[in-house]
Structures are given as structure tokens and as C-alpha cells.
């Protein structure tokens, strides 16, 4: 701490561009929002995926129309594109809450200017995650059995069943999830209130900033709750998972049955966030000129993220292969060694290998995660690679059950592709309008950073003098 | 209807976090009880320095959570146990272990309802109307600048003597603010 910090020469990642100010930030993102003139970009990309949810419509009424026979599942696969995709999204959701929530208790600044859209893409992953069991049910318009209501059959939920503890943790996390994205906005929309030019600007934030004027008192009861939130959020994020793979691991599926499903679904959903988190930043903060506010440190950490999680996922993976020989169970090494690795379904393994395990190890180079495009395709590698993990759980442990009379393969049909893609519309559409419509970035959080490194940087020199109080912002 | 007074307050205006702390704990100091501070971000010491110091949001919150708890164990005990018993291969009624994913669940949903709810109600919000916003320079409040506001309801107000007391603590501007 004596003079100059000798480990590191290197270029300084900061987790804001030196030279902002309290001004400077807030006009620059709510910018973004204010401004009359909309990106033809942005309108061709509403245009697509507008166009995707209407396959995705189609798809729904005609499963309505039908029943869940048009999709490719069929016993013994009862379980297809739908838990699958189910799983896959809420995976992607937990990103967001972990950036939002559990980065704020671990004070780790470069957060700041990624938890709002992290946290807008776990609302529109839930969203899409929650569509999926829904129309599985086959009878949408009965899916309020999965609560409990006063019914005159006296009928109740079965409290010992993972599916049911599923619909509460999800529904929670959708709740919850909501509740801190809303919270977090209320000092913005009050921003966006006093910067909007029009009267319907002034009056839709307004009304939705609920008369928020920054009062000393305000922000201390605000803040606490804050806090209070993100250690609710992180737990409940942990269980969210956990019941997840509840769904299979409480079964006693070969291949399912397992108790290393847990740990490994949760590392397993952060991997997929973050690569999603990743997947959406790198063209926006190039699309919004945001490269001040989203810099090469949050690339480079969520990269570190995804590389640490994804090991953690290649643990589970080898464990559950480990568990198959060392068990000595026999149905259980058919399932990985009879079948997954070497059945009909093994290139899904073996592509599943090579995309979560075997291509992130890329990203120990420095030079990979500091080249964009190629951090962008290995983004794009693991949220397909989570994909076909789920796909490979669900499929390779149920279509060849004990005997083989009652072997089956599944095919997913053109519907369960159309849902699928179409539920990838909705995101994107939903995320479309986010961005138009409300600030991407936090901006009072911003501005807090603005004022941290203002004090941070005593006239005497660049944070390297004694009067130095916080953390220098430098990484490594 | 304690209709006094024609102003609600006087409003000084700062451009710096540490100006308007020191402001506010002078003011403090000088014996003036209702004010409060406005800030574009949480500036760390500004609520103790206008003379707040804790908030019951904690035990809002966790009232809340136990609430949760309760309500969620209690349901699933009450429908399993005493109003509709299914024995299904004769595994106890009262099989706790298998309740609790979902009294966690209820427990978080409740607590963090609190947690909003609570802050939101504690806070006075929504409010459709507030006089400080008739300050035609406190639209910066959510941008760049800090703003003091002794409120006339404070015992110590007098217009011009507090006007007297905010312009020797070098604001940028004092303005009187209409009720």
C-alpha cells in the first residue's frame, strides 16, 4: 500500500470509465429511454421476434385445441421438450438473482451496472419458464389445482410431492424476483419522472415512481430493505434450484436418483445465467454505447464466473459417472455407460461434454476473455450445452426403462420446436421492450459509484495516496 | 387543522454529498428537529445527521417471515393431519420433513412482502403530492444535487432567522417552499 502496487503493471480494468460524473451518468442512461427517436435496429428486432411469438401463439392454440399429444412425448418419455425447457429457463433466471442479490452482500461494485437487466432477464426467464408446465398439464385452464383454494371436493394440494413444492418455489421466485426488480427501480422511474419532457413520460413514471423524492429517511428505510431483500433472495435462489431437481432426484429414475443433483443443478443454473447475462450484454453495451458503464472488468469477471461454475458442473458430472461404476448398481452404469455415452442419445452426451466442459476451459486465457466475439460464441456454446444437459437427463433416464418391451424413443415434434423458439421470441420481445421503455443500468446506484470514486481519488493522486478509504476498484 | 403557516418549509440547495451532511448536522446541532434531506443516491451518515437513526424495518420483516412460517406449516399440518387425512401406503399424516420446501418458501414470499410493503408504508409512498416538489430546482434532487429543508413546522422555524441560518451554510441557493 506504500507507493505503487508492484504486482500488476497491466491496464487497470475499472468498473467505470474514469471521468463521469453524477450528471453525466444519469443523462447518458436515461437517455436511452427519453429520447423521441427509436433505433431502426430496435424496431426490426421487435418486428422478428414479434413474429416468433406469433409461432409461439399458434403453437399454444393449437395444443389447446388438440392436447399434448401433438408434441413428440409418449410413454415412457412423458417428460419432454417441456421440462426441459423448463428447467433450462429457470436456470438462466438465477443469474440474475445472484448478481442482484448475492453480489450486493459480497460488496462487489462491478455488480451495479449489470443487476438491472440480469434481474429484467430473470423476470422474462421465469415468465417463460412458468409457461412450460402450464401447457404440459395437457388442461391449462385446471392448473389452479396446484394450489391450495377452498373446493367443495375438500380436496388439497399433496404437500410430500416435488412437483408441488416446485409451483411454490416458483411461483415465489417469480413474486420475489419482481418485488426487488421494482423496488430497485422506484428511485429511477423518479429520475426518468423529473427528466421526462412529455406529459405522459411525467405521468406513467410518475405514477409509477409512487411520489418518490429522496428524502434522508426514505433512502435509510429503503436501503435496509434493500439489504433485508438480497438476503432473502439468496437463499431462496439456492431452493429454487434445489426443489427443481427435487423433480427428479426424490424419484428413483436410474439417473435421476441422486444426491448430487442439487448442488449441481444450482452451479448448474448459474453457469446458464451468467452465459445468458453474457450473451445479452455484449450486443447491447456495444448497440448503447454503454462500453463506460459495461467494461472489459465485468466481461472478464463473468467469464471467471462462468469458467468456476461450469468446473463445478463437470465435478457433478464426473460424480454421477463416478457414483454409476463405483456403485456397482446395475441399472444405474447401464444408464450412463449403456446408454447415455454409447445409446441412441449419445451424441447429445458427447456434444454436452464438449460445449460445458471441455470448450470453457478457454477462458482460464486471459486473451479469450478479452476478445469479445469469441467470449460471445463461448456464451452462446454453454447455453446450449445447458440446454442438452437437461435434455440428456430427461431423455436418456426415461426412454429405456427396465425392461425392454417397453423401450421407446422420443422425437421431438415440429410443435415442441415452435413452443420452444417461440418462448425465445417472448424473451426477447419482453426484453425488447425493457430496454425501450425503462433504464437498463441503475442509474441512482451510478451515481453512488461516481460519488464512491470521487472519494476514492483525493486531489493528491490516482488512488494510490493514504486517504485512500474504500477498495480500489482495480482488479487484481 | 393545524393551518398555520402559508409555507412548509425553506429548502437550501448543495452540490456536493459531503456539504449537505455537514449542513444537516449543523442544523441538527442548532437545535431544529423537523427536517429532512434529499439526495440523488443514499449518501452514507445523512440520516443520522438530520436525526434519524433506526428504522423497525428489520422486525417488520421479520414478523413477516414468521408469519410465513406459521401460515404455511400450519396449512399443510391442518389439511394432512386433521381435515383431510389420505394414508397413502401408510406413511404418517404428520410427515414434517416433506413440509418444509414450502414453509421455506411461504416463509421467504411473506418476509419479502413485508420487506416492500413495509418499507413502502414506513415511507409514506405512494404520495401523489408533496411540497417539496413545488422547488422548481428540486428536479435535480434526482439527478445531481442535495437539498436541506427545514420544515416550518419545526418549533425553532421562524422565516427569517432560518433563512439567516441556511445562507451562512454556503448552499447554492435557499429557496422558501410553498405549502
Known sequence: MSSETPDKPAPVLTVLRPGHTYASVTDQISAAVLTTHTPRWWLAAVGISLSIVMIFTTAVAWLLIKGVGIWGINVPVAWGFAIVNFVWWIGIGHAGTLISAILLLLRQDWRTSINRFAEAMTLFAVACAGVFPLLHLGRIWKFYYLMPYPNRMSLWPQWRSPLVWDVFAVSTYATVSFLFWYVGLIPDLATLRDRAKNWWGKHIYGLLAMGWRGSARHWSRYTMAYLLLAGLATPLVVSVHTIVSFDFAVSQVPGWHSTIFPPYFVAGAIFSGFAMVITLAIPLRSLYGLQDFITMRHLDNMAKVMLATGLIVAYGYMTEIFIAWYSDNKYESYVIFGNRMTGPYAPTFWALMLCNIAIPQLLWLKKVRHNIPVLFAIAIVVNIGMWLERFVIVITSLHRDYLPSSWGMYYPTIWDWATYIGTMGLFTFLLLLFIRSLPMISIFEMRELVHEQAGEHPKEGHGHGPAQTHPTPTVE | ?179
Open chain 2, 1 to 179: 387543522m393545524k393551518r398555520k403557516v402559508e409555507t412548509y418549509g425553506l429548502m437550501a440547495e448543495f452540490d456536493s454529498a459531503d456539504a449537505v451532511v455537514v449542513a444537516a448536522q449543523r442544523a441538527n446541532d442548532a437545535g431544529y428537529t423537523c427536517m429532512d434531506a434529499y439526495s440523488p443516491f443514499p449518501v452514507h451518515g445523512l440520516a443520522e445527521a438530520i436525526g434519524f437513526h433506526k428504522t423497525h424495518l428489520p422486525l417488520i420483516v421479520l414478523g413477516g417471515g414468521i408469519f410465513g412460517m406459521i401460515a404455511g406449516f400450519g396449512m399443510m399440518v391442518y389439511s394432512a393431519v386433521f381435515h383431510y387425512p389420505l394414508n397413502i401406503g401408510g406413511r404418517p399424516f404428520y410427515s414434517w420433513p416433506a413440509f418444509i420446501p414450502i414453509t421455506f418458501e411461504t416463509t421467504v414470499l411473506c418476509a419479502a412482502g413485508a420487506a416492500v410493503f413495509g418499507m413502502l408504508a414506513l415511507n409514506g409512498l405512494p404520495q401523489p403530492y408533496h411540497p417539496v416538489f413545488n422547488v422548481p430546482r428540486f428536479e435535480l434532487a434526482s439527478r445531481t444535487h442535495f437539498f436541506l429543508c427545514i420544515e416550518a413546522t419545526d418549533p425553532k422555524f421562524d422565516p427569517e432567522a432560518t433563512k439567516a441560518f441556511l445562507q451562512q451554510l454556503t448552499p447554492l441557493e435557499v429557496s422558501v417552499v410553498a405549502a
